[in-house]
């Protein structure tokens, strides 16, 4: 078929797409359905579709366990966006320098990108066990005395998940900063020095709020990260110990999938659906609505 001749079948493009688009649908939008249906339904061990209305909601937010989730969210939300962005917008600052030996430690700091958070997990599991990790090697060399059982205290647990995700979102966060900043006009720069401007007075009043469009990409993105954890927690503490390292996401596995009980652990799934829709929603609409 020759050029003018696709061009005068605008159906064609459509007819490739729709099979996946079709696909994503069902699979995607399909399955969010089901579950806002099951979590306003009698489902238990089974789907039981008989309409019970807000019934499972109620039963959620009587539940100890969510309240102790989503306290726990607000801790390790708080962390892990607060944490990750000052590290990564620090490391960024630093490799802007245009030091030596910048590619080995772009490549360092960039390492835990390419790691799932199972493998981020398993290994703080492994370094932060008093039995295994860092207090059973200071007591090898000799500091007996040394404690550190975060991983153990229900107290302190959550921070040790909080140190994981950090470490594991630091770089990329520095990816998209360091990304700004070379963007950024460097006749800015010697202006700033001409005036008299030192470094840090230069990033702090003039480059920094200058990066205020990736600040807040990079706080919808990692706030997105932050809410559907899931599988750092289950393999750093399983949720434990008992359940005071339970974030949304654990607590929506385990009464769906561990309890029997499918109802709420959709309405829990809900919840998590409603924030995230919240944060992501006004980011795509300031991003793609027409400038008139």
Aim: with cysteine; net charge neutral.
């Amino acid at each position: 078929m020759s050029a003018p001749s696709a061009l005068r079948t605008p159906w064609l493009p459509k007819l490739v797409v729709a099979p996946s688009f079709v696909v994503s649908f069902l699979f995607i939008y399909g399955l969010m359905a089901w579950n806002g249906y099951l979590s306003v339904s009698a489902s238990r061990l089974l789907p039981n579709y008989e309409f019970v209305g807000l019934e499972q909601y109620e039963i959620l937010f009587e539940n100890e366990r969510w309240w102790v989730a989503l306290r726990n969210l607000a801790v390790f939300g708080g962390l892990f966006i607060g944490g990750g962005m000052a590290v990564g917008l620090l490391l960024a600052i630093l490799l802007d320098q245009k030091i030596r030996a910048e590619g080995v430690l772009r490549t360092i700091y960039l390492y835990p990108m390419a790691l799932s958070f199972i493998v981020t997990g398993t290994a703080w599991k492994w370094m932060l066990n008093p039995g295994l990790g860092l207090e059973h090697l200071m007591h090898q060399w000799g500091f007996t005395e040394f404690e550190f059982g975060w991983l153990v205290d229900p107290d302190m647990a959550i921070y040790c998940v909080a140190i994981a995700g950090i470490w594991q979102s630091a770089g990329f966060v520095m990816a998209l900063f360091l990304a700004g900043l070379r963007g950024i006009d460097d006749s800015i720069i010697k202006a700033a020095q001409v005036d008299g401007a030192s470094l840090p007075k230069i990033y702090w009043r003039i480059l920094i709020p200058t990066l205020r469009p990736v600040f807040f990409s990079t706080l919808m993105v990692v706030s997105h990260l932050a809410i559907k954890s899931f599988d750092l927690v289950m393999a750093l503490t399983a949720g434990g110990p008992g359940y005071a390292t339970d974030l949304p996401a654990t607590f929506m596995y385990t009464m769906a999938f561990s309890r029997g009980q499918i109802g709420l652990g959709a309405a829990s799934a809900t919840v998590m659906l409603a924030t995230v829709a919240a944060i992501v929603v006004p980011y795509l609409y300031s991003e793609l609505r027409v400038k008139k």
